[in-house]
């Protein structure tokens, strides 16, 4: 069975929207699909500050770090649930990023300069909930265009995101279609996924 790659920074857990969204697409996923979580809701990596930079020159990535990145260079598919924190997703998920994203490991640096994906997965799906008006695409969304670059350097080429906006500024019955049609689209996108 291939593998499916989950990365959980849905911080408030069981409270979470965005959560609440990916798990019936994932029950749907599993169906075909072995389905590993990595769970960075309390994940303890610190942002790489200028000591964490030196040891890491001196002694390569963490054995915890490698593993994790290989998890991701070797995932047939990749589903991130996050949900939208100052216009993108929380740091949790960014300080992870910056521990994997690696060369030799994500990527490969060429000796003409450029770089090439190193990662297996053709699709990596987002899963995300915000709480303003701010549909996907919009400049205003940070999440869906970090993760399209990010995917650029892994060489994943097609990144889709699936969302529910204006969590925060509607009604309650706007709140539970709008999150029902990110269940439906998400589900759609997981025929083909
Ligand atoms: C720390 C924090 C930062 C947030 N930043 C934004 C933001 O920049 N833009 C926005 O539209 N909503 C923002 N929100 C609202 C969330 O996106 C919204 O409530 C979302 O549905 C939460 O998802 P969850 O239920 O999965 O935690 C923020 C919420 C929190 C707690």
Redesign the pocket.
């Known amino acids: 069975m291939k593998k499916l790659l989950f990365i959980n920074a849905?911080?408030?857990r069981e409270?979470?929207?965005?959560?609440a969204v990916a798990k019936p697409i994932l029950q749907k996923l599993a169906e075909r699909y072995e389905i590993q979580q990595l769970d960075l809701t309390d994940d303890d990596r610190l942002p790489v500050t200028a000591t964490l930079f030196a040891r890491r020159g001196q002694e390569g990535l963490s054995a915890e770090d490698l593993e994790a990145g290989r998890l991701v260079a070797e995932a047939d598919r990749i589903v991130i649930a996050a949900?939208?924190?100052?216009?993108s997703f929380?740091a949790v998920l960014k300080v992870f990023f910056e521990h994997i994203s690696a060369p030799d490991l994500t990527f490969v640096n060429l000796e003409d300069g450029n770089t090439k994906g190193n990662c297996r997965a053709e699709r990596l799906l987002l899963i995300t909930?915000?709480?303003?008006e701010?549909p996907t695409g919009s400049p205003l969304d940070q999440g869906t265009s970090y993760l399209k670059a990010l995917g650029w350097l892994w060489g994943i080429p097609q990144v889709d995101t699936v969302a529910a906006?204006g969590?925060?500024v509607t009604d309650e019955e706007t709140r539970t279609r709008r999150l029902e049609l990110a269940v439906a689209e998400g589900l759609k996108i997981s025929e083909d996924f």
């Open positions: 849905c911080i408030r409270e979470s929207r965005t959560l949900p939208f924190w100052d216009m929380p909930t915000r709480g303003m701010i906006w969590m925060d």
